[in-house]
């Protein structure tokens, strides 16, 4: 019970990595608020969150509104009078049939012997394409961290977890620069608040993860040829795609009394695909 009696809002808490943390942190003993666009995953979430024997709350929300992330603070500060832990997991990548195909182009041109070429990605992306990326993975990481700031920093205590990606600490993904872009503000952004505030007992972490066995992931690795996934796999020294709980189990660390002296660490569980 590492996090017993400690409150935790997870965004992006209602499917995949968000939800393994979230659940995590439940049966460590911590209440947790889950926020995301989908009601019904939502409250599917918090019945599991509560079977783990912790309390739960649903928020629908989009984090990259202002405006709705202060009316989340407010009904997680109505249900459990306070907040300790904040984990800034919700964010989008292209997952349309243009971000899968460059993506695919990519995967080509690093495992075979093609010519070298350019992907001609940047040179054809909107601004609207560009900017949506920044407002939900940057603004809503500010606008969260702003809002949990106002709380842990009066009080003295809190622990904020940043996820970042590979993406913002290599070039793994030049298929899609503005994730990479995005990404990259997300590890800056975490050094600078976790120097920031440290001195108020509020300690920032990042988590920048490879690939993980999320649904959504894995219907993408499961589109792909055989030939194409072993290509795939041969990046990752490991060999294998990393596990949603091997990614959660860390985010209890660094939101538990064992990781008081972590300030400002992007940690990159990948399987050695970035070293």
Partial sequence: MKLKDRVALVTGGSAGLGRGIALAFAREGAGVAVCGRNEERLDEVVREIEKAGAPGLAVRADVSSSREVKRMFSQVLARFGTLDILVNNAGIFRSDEAGVKDRMKHLDLLTT???????????????????????????????????????????????????????????????????????????????????????????????????????????????????????????????????????????????????????????????????
């Fill in 113 to 275: 012997p093609v010519p070298r070429h350019s992907l001609q990605i940047t040179r054809n992306m909107s601004d609207d394409i560009w900017q949506r990326m920044f407002e939900v993975n940057v603004n809503g990481v500010f606008y969260c961290t702003r809002e949990a700031l106002n709380i842990m920093e009066d009080k003295g205590y809190g622990k904020i977890i940043n996820i970042a990606s590979i993406s913002g600490i290599s070039a793994i993904s030049s298929h899609s620069p503005n994730y990479s872009a995005a990404k990259g503000a997300v590890v800056a952004f975490t050094r600078s608040v976790a120097q920031e505030v440290a001195g108020a007992g509020v300690c920032v972490n990042c988590i920048a993860p490879g690939y993980i066995d999320t649904p959504e992931f894995m219907r993408g690795i499961e589109q792909m040829s055989p030939e194409r996934k072993a290509r795939l796999m041969q990046l990752i020294p490991l060999g294998r795609i990393g596990k949603i709980d091997e990614y959660a189990s860390l985010a209890v660390h660094l939101a538990s009394e064992d990781a008081n002296y972590m300030v400002g660490q992007i940690i990159s569980p990948n399987g050695g695909l970035v070293i």
